[in-house]
């Protein structure tokens, strides 16, 4: 409205236009994708958010994910009665009558898998890691679950880093391929960090820029943190006259047979005593976390002590993790008094490609597209012309100048750090503008780590 001018004085006038900024998106939000248990059963599969350990507590069981494979038989199968002398977990079950003759059915405990998740998140929030989500995946072979992954993730706009916290890499390698359409370069904005099972193999799925393997695996001091109840103990494997596969839990084997459900309660307190092995990835994720918080995206997440480790399953020197280096895979390595040492920020793209060989270089610019791509989402169906065109340039060019100032840019000035270009006859045609296309070009100077240094000496001889 027109201010009613007719005493002297200054007046002010708002009027509408287009405010455009782009803001500074959080860069280290990462998803787990592993076998948790929800306190309360989901309508359906969905990422949870969790802002710290003692969210997860509340929403989460802290019992792993357990199942017991049992191994059935009668006597008269090859090696059984042997097998019944010397196996202290084999328990004597139920009859089978076979030609008016009474046969006993033979059980012992084949092995028990127990995921390890929970702990692999605990470790997360003991290297600095911050708010994550959580995609409880239980069953690998939930084809529908594997599927939605990507959806699901890109449902939540603030996921950047993906993580499998599981120990068995089969599940592993399922869960990376189900994720993998995330990886493209027609996706903005997501990095996987991934575990090397033996120090050569990698990921094969997605952009292989766009992930990051760590090697070895952690030896903690971490022990289960809680018995699974008998309901969550998922028993496979068990046969007798009633049929196979008959009960699916050790609450429904307590009913029928209390001596070996006993069985199975002794070892599973010995597994509780059991210090805990982990893939790295949890750990990993948390140094990104702390790292991003304090530095910057655009600091490698290295040359950092991990917390809460005890040992590694493998000691690689300096000839070892210089093949590891051309092969993308980072080493973590133990110096002495400085502790368990990330030492490595490359991702797994190949060696000749220097572009995106450093860690802190891809995250940059997934951090610059998605900011960029975000605020510019303003601009859809404004007119497409010159002062559109300067404002959307003008935020652009504020945000990467700030981004030059904390030094995530390489370059005395501005200028040499980056370039905003967008007009017509610069980026875009005639032809351009009338299909409505409005295109901006971006160009970058990262910093990158120094991996490298080299000191030179020099000895000045009296003659």
Not at 102 to 126: C, D, G, M, P
Not at 305 to 322: H, N, P, S
Not at 396 to 425: C, R, S
Not at 450 to 462: G, K, R, Y
Request: net charge negative; with cysteine; hydrophobic share 40%.
């Amino acid at each position: 409205m027109v201010a009613d001018l007719k005493t002297p004085g200054v007046y002010i006038e708002e009027n509408a236009s287009l405010a455009l900024s782009v803001s500074n998106s959080p860069t280290a939000v990462p998803v787990f994708i592993g076998k948790f248990t929800p306190n309360t059963v989901e309508p359906n599969q969905a990422c949870i958010r969790i802002n710290n350990w003692l969210e997860f507590t509340s929403a989460f069981s802290l019992a792993p994910v357990t199942d017991v494979v049992i191994k059935s038989s009668l006597p008269s199968d090859s090696g059984t009665k042997k097998e019944a002398r010397e196996t202290p977990d084999v328990q004597i079950l139920a009859a089978s009558v076979a030609e008016g003759e009474t046969q006993k059915w033979i059980h012992s405990i084949e092995r028990i898998n127990q995921s390890l998740a929970v702990e692999a998140l605990r470790l997360y929030f003991q290297n600095g890691g911050g708010s994550c989500y959580i995609y409880p995946l239980n069953n690998i072979n939930n084809e529908l679950a594997l599927a939605a992954i990507p959806e699901l993730i890109e449902q939540q706009g603030d996921i950047t880093l993906l993580v499998c916290p599981e120990t068995e890499w089969d599940y592993k390698n399922r869960v990376y391929d189900a994720a993998s359409s995330l990886l493209n370069d027609n996706k903005v904005g997501y990095f996987l960090i991934a575990d090397s099972p033996d120090g050569e193999s990698i990921p094969s799925s997605g952009t292989r820029s766009r992930i990051a393997a760590y090697y070895p695996q952690l030896e903690t001091n971490l022990t289960f943190s809680a018995l699974p109840v008998d309901k969550n103990v998922i028993i496979s494997g068990y046969e007798d006259e009633s049929g196979k596969d008959k009960l699916k839990n050790l609450d429904e084997l307590r009913k029928k047979n209390e001596t070996l459900a006993r069985s199975i309660d002794a070892r599973l307190k010995q597994e509780q005593q059991r210090q805990l092995i982990l893939p790295p990835s949890s750990a990993i994720a948390g140094v990104y976390c702390q790292t991003d918080n304090q530095r910057g995206v655009w600091k490698a997440p290295a040359n950092v002590a991990l917390t809460g480790i005890k040992g590694l399953t493998d000691k690689v020197d300096d000839a070892r993790q210089g093949t590891m280096n051309d092969k993308g895979i980072n080493v973590i390595r133990l110096f002495t008094g400085r502790g368990f040492m990330v030492w490595g920020s490359r991702t797994c793209t190949e060696v000749n490609n220097t572009n995106w060989r450093y860690i802190p270089v891809r995250r940059l610019f997934n951090a610059v597209e998605r900011d960029i791509r975000q605020a510019l989402r303003a601009v859809l169906f404004e007119t497409n012309n010159q002062p559109t065109w300067m404002r959307a340039k003008a935020a652009v060019d504020h945000y990467l100048y700030a981004l030059w100032q904390k030094n995530a840019l390489m370059g005395n000035t501005p200028e040499e750090a980056y370039f905003v270009h967008i007009g017509q006859d610069i980026t875009m045609s005639d032809a351009d503008i009338k299909q409505g296309k409005m295109i901006m070009k971006v160009g970058l100077a990262p910093v990158r780590p120094a991996e490298f240094i080299v000191l030179q000496f020099t000895q000045d001889i009296v003659q």
